[in-house]
């Protein structure tokens, strides 16, 4: 079965820093896309940063300067440093990973989320 675990989220200051990880877990073939997105009470879930297999990042505007995504290819882990945080920052950031399983399935798996606070 296959897991993302994500850590590293807490209460900051604005212009305060945070770098988040998530960890898999359990049997998999191959990890396309990761990424990191986030949800505040009442809006869509958003795309905040991806990586793909191949090194290419994706950002969005909001976070463009701020927000650095990086992987660890080996671990099987991807992480955001997130930099200069303004209280609009304040959301859940989840974890997802596309990826092919031990059933040989492609599929989008997510992490449970971790809280993300950004006020004085």
């Known amino acids: 079965q296959v897991q993302l675990v994500e850590s590293g989220g807490g209460l900051v200051q604005p212009g305060g820093s945070l770098r988040l990880s998530c960890a898999t877990s359990?049997?998999?073939?191959?990890?396309?896309?990761m990424g990191w997105f986030r949800q505040t009470p009442g809006k869509q879930r958003e795309l905040v940063a991806a990586?793909?297999?191949?090194?290419?990042?994706n950002y969005a505007d909001s976070v463009k300067g701020r927000f650095t995504i990086s992987r660890d290819y080996a671990k099987n882990t991807v992480y955001l440093q997130m930099n200069s945080l303004k209280p609009e920052d304040t959301a859940v950031y989840y974890c997802?990973?596309?990826?092919?399983?031990?059933?040989?399935?492609?599929?989008?798996?997510w992490g449970q989320g971790t809280q993300v606070t950004v006020s004085s």
């Open positions: 997802n990973a596309d990826l092919i399983n031990s059933g040989g399935y492609r599929y989008d798996y």
């Open positions: 359990g049997i998999i073939f191959s990890i396309y896309d």
């Open positions: 990586i793909t297999s191949g090194g290419s990042t």
